[in-house]
């Protein structure tokens, strides 16, 4: 007779590693060492026991399903784009790729070879180790920040030196306002829009063309349109002044080029302001006076600099603390992230070894990708680890037109057959962060988690790390960087994080706060600029073609017929992860472009027609949603869904770029609406 099997039960803390705000605590809970549930552990300050909903999905969906995930290494048999591939051994794939690229290296050169990366998993080594490989390589970086927020890096650089040392969170108790401006937290920190937002004491004003749910939770909501907020921060500068509320002294003492800005700010009023943006006067005058009696904290969204005049946007609104003085006193701050490096001492630069470079540095920005991918004199090989660019670039029917070239020697390292590895010649199996030990932390809290290992890798499927060490060896290189284990990377990041702190010690507690009392940042009004101090006016602008100063002005206003198309993040996928998960394909429903009911009835349309939205780039067909959450003359729509073998929204989008950083004006992209044949 024998006896029944004892099951044994236990549980893994582990941290999330998506490009998130919130940065949550996990608990895994293991049958006999395998995953049984991913859930939100309680004892985690930001999310208490409770995760998205994307990620409570999909982390006990399609990530879990042997049926979804990648389980070997494939290599294509069919044509590009058609997801034909049989499975072959590692050593085959590598031995390939490598000769393949050696191959490159020794003929057109190393530098044709193109990687892009970006936001598949943020977890600190799986994130930037393997950018080793591609120094020693000398292959041709894609700066991963121009498809997101280089242009706001770049004009708060400008104004305050940096752009990843914000407010510390915590310091929201000592706030009596909270500025939200162009982001929307309800979809992308959901867990801040649920707790963070809702306890802090002050009063919340939100600045978005699109009245979300946290808009909606906001005392006061100012609706601009797109591309209109430099003016409308002009228009509130004039009301601060008009209205005493400027701080003479801190800006006398930190600050340079107010005397040249204020004259600029004499006409614009508040009446002019809302000629420009849309925003009544009257609220413009009552989010100043909010915000000017301070202290108060001002949170700059990523999606507020993804315009054509984006990084121009971002040094006007980033001002209104330099003119009020809140900056560098409990409950005052500007926020825009909080890098790892700046605000918990990591240096993740060691990370990725630039020191290992062959040749001269080489990158291209994410809006000349599908013309680069294009030519064979620029790009003979492509990889593509971290990133799904056939769903989050621009220019979408171009790139799968170059990803489709026969010549493109193409590697995907992914979980998933995504729609950029249906046109790879190799797909390398990517494990998830449930299957590796690495250290993960939100952009905005100031603290740091662990990402502890909760079951082997599914099938042969291997962390980016090690995928990266193996790739190195068969390349034949030998620098001992290129074989650093994961452990004395972890160690070393954490020791200058958390001094002390083990990794297991770490991970019995899943997330640490660094430094025990909130962080006040810039308290000795030194700021890394090169005067010293915050450059209202700045030479450097200048010097690079624009102006000392910011300017007031807002885009022109879409010709007649035309919208303004904003696709911004949708609360159920993260980028275009979990797009193939089914609990989130019920979820998203189908497909929508939501307009204003007169833009709806101007053209005829009533809500669940079926439209086609398009413009010279591209045609998409939609189901229209009829709503006034978004002003007229705007059309909003998700970003990021799966193709599966059509295209979604990024086939309307031309790759242009914004003023500053070689960044994306995706929300400046401008559509016509019609009734589908
Ligand atoms: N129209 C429009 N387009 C946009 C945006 C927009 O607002 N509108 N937003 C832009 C922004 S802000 C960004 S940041 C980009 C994001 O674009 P991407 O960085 O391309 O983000 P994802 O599409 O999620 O692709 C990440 C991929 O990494 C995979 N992955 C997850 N974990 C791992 C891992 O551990 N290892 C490996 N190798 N892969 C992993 C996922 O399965 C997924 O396929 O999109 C941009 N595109
Ligand atoms: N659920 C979910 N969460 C995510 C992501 C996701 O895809 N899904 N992506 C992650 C990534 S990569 C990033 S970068 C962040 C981005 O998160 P956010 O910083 O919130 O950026 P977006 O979602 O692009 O846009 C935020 C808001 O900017 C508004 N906006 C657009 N144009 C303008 C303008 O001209 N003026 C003003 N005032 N507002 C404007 C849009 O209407 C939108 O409501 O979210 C991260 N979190
Ligand atoms: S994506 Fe963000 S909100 Fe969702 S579980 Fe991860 S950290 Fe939390
Ligand atoms: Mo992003």
Redesign the pocket.
Known sequence: MSTPAMTIKDTVRTTCPR???DGCGIVVLRRDGRIARVLGDPDHPVSRGGL?G?CAIAYNGAWLDPERRLQRPLRRTGAKGAGAFEPVSWEAALAAIAGRLTAIADGPGAETVVHAHY?GTCSVVATNFPNRFFHRLGATEVEPDTV??NAGYVALEYVYGTAVKGFDPRTAKDARAILV?????S????HAHRYWLPEAPGKKIV????R?DTARAADLHLQ?F????AALAFAMMHVLRREGLVDAVYLDRHAQGWDELAPVLDPCTPEWGEAQTGVPAADIVEAARIYGAGPSLLWI????Q??PQGGN?VRAVSLLPAVTGNIGRPGAGVYYLNGKGATRGMELGRLSAAHLRRGPARSIGHMGLAQHLADPARAQAFFCWNMNVAASAPNQAALLRALAREDLFTVVVDPFLTDTARYADYVLPAATFLEFDDLAGSYFHISLGAQAKAAEPMGESLPNAEIFRRLARAMGYEEPELQESDRSMIDQQLALALPGTSFEALAAAGTLPVGAEPAIYFADGQFPTPSGRIEIASAAAEAAGHGRLPSPAADPRPAAGRLRL?T????????SSYGNDAGIAGKLGAARVILHPDDAAARGLAAGDRVVVHNPTGRLALELGVADIVPRGVALSD??RWLDGGANVNILNPGLESDMGRSTAL?GVEVEVAKAA
């Open positions: 490009d998130c705000y998205c994307k936001t997101c927020n401006w162009g982001c929307n937290p979809a992308s920190a959901p600045v978005d063309p699109v979300h601009p797109p591309g209109s907020d969204g990523q999606g507020l993804r315009q946007i904003l911004p993040a949708s609360r159920w996928l993260m980028n970003k990021s929300h």
